[in-house]
């Protein structure tokens, strides 16, 4: 087999060394023993965190980082392109002539005579071709929602359940009608937690709270606000603050958990006003 002609140096750029040393890692004589273990189903997990890897990357404008999560993100390719040509199913050139082929297919309007003069003609041409896509390959599902694959994160999968069923017209007319909605969904969580028995009432807090959720996410698309990116800035806020807080703790001499709750209340509001108090850099 083909060796990488220096594994500790490999050629700049160069997608075929980095094949050859995928390879190379899955040999069952000279490879690394934890590569060779691995199959589809354990590097999944590895290919979503370095998706979301590229996505903090972005999120905090590091292109440097962002250089190296992409890299880390194409070797996920490789090595399920590597485990599948051992099977005989198919090789990385297969999967490149994949995407490629898709692509013209898809952008008719930039390789053929199809006008689309906005995003919007785009974006509905595009889900009429993937409609004709599932037709050709024997799919029977005529939905609307038919082709919204439940691999994805459960946030995204909403949005998407909700754009396509807006599609044709169910929809609300803006975010007034969604707020209101809301503040039903929240009041029906409110009636379960009065009913006083949480861990019996288990399933019907689990139902009404993922309305709560799903609405969440309509209001967040009428305001054409990606769920994810507004989540992880929510999360990266409060990481942010609670960090701040326990540094505020040691400043004093004592820890965030020996504080009683209303002391921590009050960290969190001092903190909250120094980010106010701080101009932006």
């Known amino acids: 087999m083909d060796q990488p002609s220096n594994p500790s ?3 700049r750029g160069d997608i075929a060394e980095l094949l ?3 390879a190379r890692l899955r040999d069952r004589e000279h490879g690394c023993p934890w590569d060779i273990e691995q199959d589809f189903a354990s590097i999944a997990p590895y ?3 370095e998706a979301y890897e590229v996505a903090d990357a972005i999120d905090r404008n590091d292109l440097q980082d962002l250089k190296g999560e992409l890299g880390d993100l194409l070797l996920q390719v490789v090595f399920h392109a590597q485990m599948a040509s051992e099977q005989g199913a198919f090789a990385f050139a297969d999967v490149v002539a994949s995407i490629c082929e898709k692509m013209v297919r898809r952008h008719p309007h930039v390789f053929a005579q199809v006008q689309a003069d906005d995003a919007e003609t785009v974006g509905r041409n595009w889900e009429a071709i993937k409609r004709d896509e599932r037709a050709s ?3 029977t599902d005529a939905s609307a929602l038919a082709g919204i694959t439940r691999g994805l994160p459960e946030w995204q999968r909403a949005t998407k359940l909700q754009s396509r069923a807006a599609r044709v017209g169910f929809d609300w007319p803006g975010p007034a009608p969604v707020l209101e909605k809301l503040g039903e969904e929240l009041a029906e969580v409110r009636a379960e937690f ?3 028995d949480v861990a019996g009432n288990h399933a019907r807090l689990q139902d009404e709270i993922g309305d709560v959720l799903f609405v969440c996410a309509n209001l967040a698309r009428h305001a054409k606000v990606d769920v994810g990116a507004a989540l992880r800035h929510a999360n990266l806020k409060f990481e942010r603050r609670f960090r ?3 540094a ?4 004093d001499g004592t820890t965030l958990a020996e504080l009683s709750l209303d002391r921590q209340e009050a960290c969190w509001q001092r903190v909250k006003r120094q980010e ?3 101009p932006d850099p």
């Open 276 to 278: 106010r108090e701080t």
């Open 9 to 11: 140096n490999p050629d």
């Open 20 to 22: 050859r040393i995928m």
């Open 137 to 139: 390959a024997g799919e």
């Open 244 to 246: 701040a807080m326990e």
């Open 194 to 196: 009065a009913r006083g």
């Open 47 to 49: 290919t979503i965190e």
């Open 248 to 251: 505020l703790a040691r400043a």
